[in-house]
DNA sequence: AGCTAGGGTTCAAATAATGAACCAATAAGC
DNA sequence: GCTTATTGGTTCATTATTTGAACCCTAGCT
């Protein structure tokens, strides 16, 4: 494990606490030697991915990345951009609206906007999704071409839910269809009761940048409701496209050839998803 | 240097680039390797801090930070706090006003409200500033007890313009300033031609959390209107006190200590900003 | 006063990072 | 259309960093 791997697990850790950690809390959760987390916790802290409080010495995510973020987001809005989209669908569905961006080998909630619904589904802001179990993640999987899709089927597709697609044959049927239709859904594939159809964003390339999801209870939300939410889904997902990127989109790059073409044809291989 | 060191500086490298770097670009721009460069880049984004575009290849900022940063804010609301105050504060003064955290060894500037003007200060969001020659920098400076500013003492002070304090005396004699004002000032100290006046926003235990500064050219704002800028920052900074942490603020932890004393009795420390 | 738990530190052993030299593909020049 | 320069990407013996069991220190408890 390369200790850049390390340190990035232990900021997720830090991330998915609930309450701040002490230095031994943070050992435990991360399954890391005590000594090895101090010292990635004091380097991380020299650069302000965390902070100790002086007094409790515990310990809690730091400013540095809400200044990388305003960076991000001065130079490729995406989140910003999308939020007043977000509020339409949450008006036009009723339910909860997130939207993602690919993060490494998950997608990263980088916006909510909740249902006004009492009964309704919570989703964290910053959560992370795995890629083969969410209505989200499968919309993301649809636009990818074959060679990028071997890393997902290379690893095993862990079944969250009985209803998450666990084979290979599963997963391409339910591509398939996300890419028949323009959208994708999950009925209760990663946690029970939630259903959720959801389409990919994607740039003027064609790839998918991001995706947009609606969520709502399987006691109010069923198929045919569903697919009326993925339609809206998509149709906002175009306008959002239109709103990043103007309106030409060709899909193909400026050899007449589609992106995923030009990714097998090398052999030097881009960053791969894995 | 120390692994994560190298990461964190390829990180800050690639947020200082005004224009999407290639490879060789970025191992010129952090001084590493090409080899290092790649491998670090490569990790980074497997966990979505950097991301490479498909078809360019070149690097960029990735969605990791808007992740965290949304995870930091809501269990420890800063930045979304601070911005109406901020707000409130270009409207009294005039300039343009932005809002830091302490990360390391600098401030991190996490918020910017623009003047009206059409000659204004024009402070890029994320920008690092050191804490020796701005005003944000000395207000956050002049909070901190005898034995945490070592470490800035230690360091040689860089001079920015002919107005940089770079004698520990000069510096002393500036915090012991801003003590008694209650708010620092910087005529040019790091861009000549730029007057600010910033203030410390404490928390309950009185250490800083960051600083609120106000910005103007040096054509508009003499001396006498610093000082005006620097009383309402100093203001505003106590209202923003109260939104963050109610109206207690005691200075004092529960043996009725003052932080600093604490951290100065025990051998065993706490991270320090170094 | 003694005990416990958690934060923090040490140093020989284990592991990961390094970079000069390399290949492959694209872009620039002729 | 062919040659050269440039840039992205990779390799592997060498080198430097990271590791973790055992340790110390302080605060809080009985």
Redesign the pocket.
């Known amino acids: 494990?390369?200790?850049?791997a390390?340190a990035m697990h232990l900021l997720n850790t830090l991330a998915d606490m609930r309450t701040e950690?002490?230095?031994?809390?943070m050992?435990t959760a991360s399954g890391?030697?005590?000594?090895?987390t101090?010292?990635?916790?004091?380097e991380l802290a020299r650069f302000g991915f965390v902070e100790?409080d002086a007094f409790t010495?515990?310990y809690r995510l730091g400013s540095a990345p809400v200044r990388l973020a305003r960076i991000r987001e001065q130079r490729y809005p995406f989140a910003s951009i999308v939020a007043p989209f977000a509020r339409e669908l949450v008006a036009t569905t009723g339910e909860t609206v997130h939207v993602s961006e690919p993060a490494g080998d998950r997608l990263a909630t980088v916006h909510v906007e909740m249902s006004d619904y009492t009964h309704r589904v919570i989703i964290d802001p910053g959560q992370l999704l795995p890629l083969h179990a969410t209505a989200s993640g499968l919309a993301y999987l649809s636009t990818l071409g074959p060679a990028e899709l071997e890393a997902t089927f290379a690893t095993p597709l862990t079944a969250f839910t009985a209803a998450t697609a666990t084979s290979t044959d599963q997963l391409r049927e339910r591509l398939n269809e996300g890419r028949r239709l323009g959208y994708c859904i999950s009925e209760g594939g990663y946690e029970a009761g939630v259903m959720s159809a959801a389409a990919a964003i994607l740039d003027a390339k064609g790839r998918a940048r991001g995706t947009i999801a609606v969520a709502g209870p399987a006691m109010r939300v069923d198929r045919a409701k569903l697919e009326e939410f993925g339609a809206h889904a998509a149709e906002i997902a175009r306008s959002i496209e239109r709103a990043l990127w103007g309106t030409q989109k060709t899909g193909q790059d400026r050899h007449g050839r589609t992106e995923w073409m030009?990714a097998e044809?090398?052999?030097?291989?881009?960053?791969s998803q894995s």
């Open positions: 494990m390369s200790t850049i390390k950690p002490g230095l031994t809390d050992a890391m030697d005590k000594a090895t101090r010292r990635m916790l004091v100790q010495r515990r030009t044809r090398s052999k030097t291989r881009a960053i």
